[in-house]
Structures are given as structure tokens and as C-alpha cells.
T-cell receptor
Framework: NAGVTQTPKFRVLKTGQSMTLLCAQD?????MYWYRQDPGMGLRLIHY???????AKGEVPDGYNVSRLKKQNFLLGLESAAPSQTSVYFC????????????FGPGTRLTVT | EDQVTQSPEALRLQEGESSSLNCSYT??????LFWYRQDPGKGPEFLFT???AGEEKEKERLKATLTKKESFLHITAPKPEDSATYLC?????????????FGKGTKLSVIP
């Protein structure tokens, strides 16, 4: 099993550009999450999904949209990138029932200039 | 508001020098406390889950314990390969029970 994979690994955007980050998991997990990690801030939840076709807002959702059209994929979109969205983005998944530990992907480093 | 505080922010140990990392939490309705290890440039890797006060879990040189207000990650005779950032997170009951709240982490450096 590949576990949780993220595409791309690195990306540089200019202010106002748009992009989509892809997360894929092959563990048949129900729940998926998008986090951002900034120095001195810890991991913060952006959006999450408790199943195919459902999404919900986390702690810092502004400026992001998500979609979960297939159970194994969770997409994070930035419609108009801003320098404040420069961060490392992590996707995670969990079975949705015990055990509840989340399994993380390797991350995407995004820089917005 | 749920809060998770980790201390110290950074810790340097000599190889073989045992110590503990602290995670204190202020939450209503704890549904689990999680420890993760994060290496530079990588995603967090799951270590332990603790559910109730008095519970302990062990893995190699690591031992996690839980009280009603805090958790400790004890590192016995650490080796350089234990160097990493250790993250603590809590899952709480209620509407946000699908979510984890993370602390900022403790960066551990083990010197040969």
C-alpha cells in the first residue's frame, strides 16, 4: 500500500493564480483532512470530509475550497492565491471508526509570491 | 476553547540521557490524546493513542503516559535517530469530534 500520497510536492504560484492539490489514499478510509503547517503555529485544520460527496469547514477555511468526488481522493483548491497561503499542506486520512489515528501524507510545500 | 500546550519548545540531549516531553491540555470531553513524530520535510507519523487517565503505551525507547491534565512522552536512553519534532494532539467530544487539535511541538535533538 502507498498509504497517503500528495501531488505536487512543491509549487510556486504568483498572487492571484489558482491551483489544486491532490490527495489520494489507498486504505479505504472514510475520513480525510487537509491541514496547513506554519512555523510557530502548529498544524491547523482547513477542511475535512467524513465520506464521499461530503465536506466541512475546519479551523482556517477561508480562501480554500475542497471536493471529495471519490472516496479515495480529496482535492484542495486555491481560487486566487495570496502570500498568506504560503505554507506546507498536509493531507491525512482515518478509518472513521476506532482506531482514530490519522495517517498523513508527505506534504506539499507551496510558495505564493 | 480547546488548548494544547507542549513544552519545552526545543530540547537537546546527549545520547543516553533520558528525559520527558510534556503536553498539557485544556479541553472539554477528551476522546483521545495522540502523539506523533515528524521528521524534517515529512508528514507526521503516528506513535500512540491514549484514552484515559492512568493509561500508558510503550514503543522501543518511548513511553507515553496520560493524566487528567497532561501527557508525558518519556524517552529512555535516546539515540541520535530519535531526533525529530514530537507533536501532541487531542480529539474532543461534540460537534468537532472528527477533528484533532495539535500542539506546536517539541523539537528534540539527540547529540552523539
Amino acid at each position: 500500500n502507498a498509504g497517503v500520497t500528495q501531488t505536487p510536492k512543491f509549487r510556486v504560484l504568483k498572487t492571484g493564480q489558482s491551483m489544486t492539490l491532490l490527495c489520494a489514499q489507498d486504505m479505504n478510509h472514510e475520513y480525510m483532512y487537509w491541514y496547513r503547517q506554519d512555523p510557530g503555529m502548529g498544524l491547523r485544520l482547513i477542511h475535512y470530509s467524513v465520506g464521499e460527496g461530503t465536506t466541512a469547514k475546519g479551523e482556517v477555511p477561508d480562501g480554500y475550497n475542497v471536493s471529495r468526488l471519490k472516496k479515495q481522493n480529496f482535492l484542495l483548491g486555491l481560487e486566487s492565491a495570496a502570500p498568506s497561503q504560503t505554507s506546507v499542506y498536509f493531507c491525512a486520512s482515518t478509518p472513521g471508526q476506532s482506531p482514530y489515528e490519522q495517517y498523513f501524507g508527505p506534504g506539499t510545500r507551496l510558495t505564493v509570491t | 476553547e480547546d488548548q494544547v500546550t507542549q513544552s519545552p519548545e526545543a530540547l537537546r540531549l546527549q545520547e543516553g540521557e533520558s528525559s520527558s516531553l510534556n503536553c498539557s491540555y485544556t479541553v472539554s470531553g477528551l476522546r483521545g490524546l495522540f502523539w506523533y513524530r515528524q521528521d524534517p520535510g515529512k508528514g507526521p507519523e503516528f506513535l500512540f493513542t491514549l484514552y484515559s487517565a492512568g493509561e500508558e503505551k510503550e514503543k522501543e525507547r518511548l513511553k507515553a503516559t496520560l493524566t487528567k491534565k497532561e501527557s508525558f512522552l518519556h524517552i529512555t536512553a535516546p539515540k541520535p535517530e530519535d531526533s525529530a519534532t514530537y507533536l501532541c494532539a487531542v480529539r474532543v467530544s461534540g460537534a468537532g469530534s472528527y477533528q484533532l487539535t495539535f500542539g506546536k511541538g517539541t523539537k528534540l535533538s539527540v547529540i552523539p
